[in-house]
């Protein structure tokens, strides 16, 4: 791992501006041609995934020198991966990783940002990535009669994350999901109290061995509950269990099912019925971490063949965010009586994000709260009433948005609106 190994890909960055915009042959008009919300908002090449690869190969060359702008350019960056696929429409390069691995090499260098360290600190001591969270963990499942699945056995363990389970206006979703699951006559359970933080979120803000520590206290409860299967409603959840897990040889032949996949399957298979009407015009935001950044990690053991060219023995296939999680939650909400569903210009690979990722809801709400406005209103273009998307992070900064923008957009996660349904 390091930045080190990305030094052919920061190299081969030839600056043609791909990783800001969706691809050209998508691009509908230049009201929703943006696809990087740092280089929209901040308007300077730096800020770009470009402009951080030309910096990152440099400073390899010429040594880590760090200034206060430098690390402006590096903490205001959600890491939701849409310049590493709109790059990868046509180039065979990692953009992401190398961004990632030029945060990771800031906090080795102790040159970290106060907000997230607060948040890390928050992590070790209490197990959870929510500063000031009271109360017990699994206090929101309280009369639910749900089964522990580090005492009882179960075919599913519903991992809730961290902000479902403490933040109060969002208990609801944990609740919903419950409810749905019983509904269907799913064998499930939580670890209520004994859950612990996925670690997803801390290897977005650059602390792997803190993410690490995380996962392997993770695998040993699943391992020792004897769970198969996962299911999740956090997209950031999704990602570390499905992807980083993966990534780091940590999940074996572990399942792991976004909620939305889940609800698809057992509407399905006939155990879910929606039949109730829930009139309403929609439309679906794709979080970051279950659209692309979701998709399946690809193992891979090769060499760069000598020469100027860029390849690799054998082939290095490239993630280009096509194969996350697109279809499911669509087909859900289309199977809803009474929703009218529409779309958005950017949707599914190439989805604008909603601002909470990377640690900038924490580093910089005004830019997070600033990228959530900017999807607010290519929601509201498409003639919709209600947003919907399926990862709390998402709905608590669309509603923060909302709440100070004065829109009349109302926010449901699909587990609502499926509980709605049944």
Not at 184 to 201: K, L, Q, W, Y
Request: hydrophobic share 35%; charged share 25%.
């Amino acid at each position: 791992m390091g930045l080190e190994q990305y030094k052919g890909d920061m190299e081969m960055c030839c600056r043609c501006s791909a990783c800001k915009f969706i691809p050209m042959q998508k691009v509908k008009g230049h009201q929703y041609a943006y696809v990087c919300p740092s280089i929209s908002r901040y308007n300077f090449h730096a800020y770009s995934a470009g402009g951080r690869l030309n910096i990152g190969a440099a400073m390899l060359k010429d040594g880590m020198k760090y200034t206060d702008k430098l690390l402006d350019i590096v903490y205001n960056c959600q890491l939701c991966g849409a310049c590493g696929v709109s790059c990868n429409y046509a180039m065979d390069m990692e953009v992401l990783e190398p961004i990632n691995e030029f945060r990771i090499k800031c906090v080795e260098d102790k040159k970290t940002h106060p907000a997230l360290d607060k948040i890390i600190a928050n992590l070790k001591k209490q197990g959870s990535m929510i500063p000031g969270a009271k109360g017990k963990r699994g206090a929101w499942a309280a009369g639910l009669k749900i089964k522990d699945a580090t005492k009882e056995k179960v075919d599913v363990l519903y991992h809730v994350g961290c902000l479902t389970s403490y933040d109060k206006n969002l208990q609801k979703l944990a609740k919903a999901t419950a409810k749905i699951l019983q509904k269907a006559g799913v064998n499930f359970g939580i670890a209520g109290d004994a859950e612990m933080c996925c670690g997803g979120r801390a290897y977005q803000m650059g602390y792997p061995k803190e993410f690490l520590n995380q996962a392997k206290k993770n695998m040993a409860m699943i391992k020792k509950a004897g769970v198969k299967t996962v299911v999740t409603s956090c997209a950031d959840g999704y990602q570390a269990f499905k992807v980083l897990y993966d990534r780091f040889d940590l999940k074996g032949e572990l399942k792991v099912l976004h909620i939305s996949e889940y609800i698809d399957k057992l509407i399905r298979d006939g155990k879910l019925k929606p039949r109730r009407k829930v009139e309403m015009a929609a439309t679906y935001h794709d979080p970051c971490r279950l659209g692309r950044l979701g998709e399946p990690w690809v193992h891979w053991e090769g060499k760069k063949i000598p020469g100027d060219r860029f390849v690799f023995d054998p082939p290095k296939p490239y993630r280009r965010g096509a194969n996350g999680v697109y279809e499911p939650p669509r087909d859900v909400l289309k199977a809803i009586p009474g929703l009218k569903f529409t779309e958005m210009t950017r949707i599914k690979e190439y989805s604008w994000c909603c601002g909470a990722g990377g640690g900038v809801i924490e580093s910089n709400p005004e830019f997070a709260k600033w990228t959530a406005r900017e999807r607010i209103e290519e929601a509201v273009s498409t003639g919709a009433e209600a947003l919907v998307t399926a990862c709390p992070w998402c709905e608590k900064i669309f509603n923060e948005a909302i709440k100070e923008s004065g829109s009349s957009l109302k926010v449901y996660d699909i587990v609502e609106l499926v509980e709605k349904a049944i």
